[in-house]
């Protein structure tokens, strides 16, 4: 006998956030993908990116967007201060870019931290070219390019971006 699924089940494609504890093998995998990417784009010292003890960190949360039993992707946000956070870890399969999962996390991400309140949203990423695509995906939901940030300093290989929750421009991310 097969179950018809209720309204609130997943639709087959569709993609579903998950709070994450970085514990699972496919999430692990593709943080340590993430890691070795950012080694090979960036100087050993000006690689940023949090791996899976970090992500565990108490003011980070950590999501994965997966589609079915297949992880699709996953984004990270470390609280900085009571009005202003930072996204980290935003990474996906590079067999899954461009199919909406950053576009997902990313407007989760945004709207946790309108929930907490955050006034300000900042991120790192590389300058390097292949770091483009999530450049411009940033910017197509109002993110803009400033100076360092929290500890950050001026290091010629980052690329510092931040977005007033206030705009008017942080929902659009078309």
């Known amino acids: 006998m097969s179950r018809v699924p209720g309204p609130d089940a997943p639709r087959p494609g569709a993609l579903r956030i998950e709070r994450d504890d ?6 692990l995998a ?3 993908e993430h890691l070795r990417n950012m080694h090979e784009l960036s100087p050993p010292e000006h690689v940023f990116a949090f791996d899976a003890g970090k992500l565990r960190a108490a003011d980070v949360t950590f999501w994965t967007a997966w589609e079915g039993d ?11 201060s009571s009005t202003a956070g930072e ?6 399969p590079a067999a899954r870019r461009g199919h909406g999962a950053g576009r997902a996390i990313l407007a989760h991400i945004l709207q946790v931290a309108r929930e907490r309140g955050y006034r300000d949203l ?3 990423t590389g300058n390097h070219p292949a770091f483009g695509p999530a450049q411009r995906l940033y910017e197509r939901f109002g993110f803009r390019r400033c100076g360092p940030f929290a500890d950050y300093e ?4 980052s690329v510092f971006m931040h977005l007033a929750l206030a705009s008017p421009r942080a929902t659009i991310g078309n």
């Open 122 to 124: 900042y991120l790192e």
């Open 87 to 92: 996204i980290k870890s935003m990474r996906t």
């Open 70 to 80: 297949s992880l699709a992707g996953c984004g990270a946000l470390k609280a900085l």
């Open 30 to 32: 593709l943080l340590e």
């Open 154 to 157: 001026e290091n010629g290989s």
């Open 22 to 27: 970085v514990t699972r093998p496919a999430v």
